[in-house]
């Protein structure tokens, strides 16, 4: 038969599945990441089925994530480090991911859509923190008497529309985003946790200071000693009570159905109060 070249579009496919797997840290490229590189290339045979069949980018990258999440590193340590030493290439935050951190990730993508923006930047990534209203880092803003709302204006007030509606297959971060996740994994790190919360991409929004994002914490005061003591407190006052945590395991796989649960149902109050329901 000799050799059968690759189609055009097989390429692309090919292209796709290993930014993929850059974007999630990986050093291979598996199943997972062609079959998002599948969804991505919009015009083969195979695009189309996938979407005849209703199968979404951003739901298939979801659920991709939350397996990997769920599933349990054999030596965390190390994929920790894997994972920074590759961050500079893509997202590489979700070996080790925790609900708050995935839910604030979710949630700044919204920000992104809400915004017609075709890239995720630090201001989409704070304005995620400021909405998901629960978390290490939210206590720790709280705890420094920052009002979340007030972040909230402060961001909006500075950004503009875009004038073209945007679709979520593809949303590159900006190169300061990525900063703000190389340092979240750098703090996690440092404190050594083997997982990735809320609370170390707060610090890396703070660190990094020359982002939207940055400059805003700065102006209502918020400091990277003063965060970081925060966070120590909170999780040595949780381990002194003796509180499991979820943080340092992963989610379980009922701890994400319910999680997908909780989503769904704020959805739908959302919707229900856009529409006066």
Not at 195 to 210: A, T
Not at 225 to 237: F, G, K, M, N, S
Not at 251 to 269: C, G
């Amino acid at each position: 038969m000799g050799q059968l070249p690759f189609t055009p579009r097989a390429k692309k496919v090919l292209e796709f599945a290993l930014e993929e797997a850059s974007w999630l840290g990986h050093n291979y490229i598996g199943t997972e990441h062609l079959l998002l590189g599948l969804i991505r290339e919009q015009e083969g045979i195979a695009a189309q089925v996938l979407q005849n069949i209703k199968v979404r980018l951003e739901d298939v990258r979801e659920e991709i994530m939350e397996i990997l999440c769920a599933e349990e590193a054999a030596e965390p340590a190390q994929r920790l480090h894997s994972a920074t030493s590759t961050v500079s290439s893509g997202v590489s935050m979700f070996d080790r991911c925790t609900h708050h951190a995935r839910r604030l990730m979710s949630l700044a993508r919204e920000e992104v859509l809400r915004f017609n923006h075709d890239y995720i930047g630090t201001d989409h990534i704070l304005l995620g923190l400021s909405e998901e209203g629960s978390g290490v880092a939210v206590d720790v803003l709280k705890n420094l008497d920052v009002d979340l709302k007030r972040i909230r204006q402060e961001v909006e007030k500075r950004l503009s529309h875009g004038t073209t509606m945007v679709t979520p297959e593809q949303l590159p971060f900006t190169p300061r985003a990525k900063k703000v996740l190389e340092l979240a994994l750098e703090e996690a790190g440092n404190l050594g946790h083997n997982y990735i919360g809320s609370e170390h991409l707060l610090l890396g929004l703070i660190r990094e200071r020359e982002g939207l994002a940055g400059k805003v914490l700065r102006e209502m005061q918020v400091r990277f000693h003063d965060a970081h003591t925060q966070i120590v407190e909170l999780v040595e006052r949780r381990e002194e009570r003796g509180e499991s945590r979820q943080d340092s395991r992963g989610p379980s796989r009922e701890d994400l159905l319910l999680e997908r649960i909780r989503d769904l149902e704020e959805r739908v109050r959302k919707l229900e109060e856009k529409s006066g329901g």
